[in-house]
């Protein structure tokens, strides 16, 4: 019965989230459901579950924090995704926004810098089978896979990394804090014949840098 409970209130968590989220603008009801049946607690530290409904950061290891909710929905629904794209993440972290995305896309690479968020990211996922994980250097993206149809960055540099405008598909949509990490700006990019053009500022933020050999 206790368990039934915990259950029951962490799905009306998740619903409530969802409707916290529709309140900062956000439309695609694919994501908002994705949001409401996702338990955003399964994806933070155990000692941190209990503020895993509210619409703020998280602090996870190596000075990193999971992304705040309405954040990463306002980034992701700008991807404008329908559900057969190929999408690289660059920041796994804990996962959630992962999760998001298997829901909303064909296949998700996620590339994250940190070896032991990987193992709890790869933990809190499961059984997702539309979902890659990689350890590297986010920065440079994975040449291997490309193109994506989509690009999602969750930190901060002064441009986009030329190796994810490279791998960007023609037509494809990237979304990037731009600044120098903690007063930044969420871009969205989309890739035209004449290369990268910027589409319009999403939000202003303030995410953590992005390190590697293309940023900080």
């Keep these: 019965m206790r368990r039934s409970s915990a259950v029951d209130g962490a799905q009306r968590d998740s619903r409530r989230l969802a409707e916290v989220v529709r309140g900062h603008g956000v439309k695609d009801e694919r994501l908002l459901s994705a949001i409401a049946e996702i338990p955003r607690a399964a994806f933070v530290p155990a000692e941190m579950a209990g503020a895993a409904y509210r619409d703020a950061p998280i ?23 329908t559900g057969e794209e190929k999408v690289l993440e660059i920041g796994t972290g804990y ?22 968020l990987v193992a709890t990211a790869r933990a809190n996922l499961g059984d997702i089978a539309n979902v890659r994980l990689v350890i590297g250097d986010g920065s440079e993206g994975l040449p291997d896979e ?50 990268l053009v910027k589409i319009r500022m999403i939000v202003p933020a303030h995410f953590v840098r992005l390190r590697g050999r293309h940023g900080f």
């Design 146 to 195: 490309a193109p994506f149809d989509a690009i999602i960055i969750a930190a901060a540099f002064t441009s986009v990394p030329p190796p994810l405008a490279e791998q960007l598909a023609r037509g494809g949509r990237l979304v990037q804090p731009i600044g120098p990490g903690g007063r930044d700006d969420v871009m969205l990019f989309e890739k035209r014949p004449e290369g």
């Design 59 to 81: 602090p996870i290891p190596h000075d990193q924090v999971t992304t705040q909710p309405s954040l990463i929905a306002q980034m992701v629904e700008a991807l404008e995704l």
């Design 95 to 116: 996962g959630w926004q992962t999760a998001l995305l298997a829901r909303l896309a064909g296949m998700v690479w996620s590339v994250e810098r940190w070896p032991d």
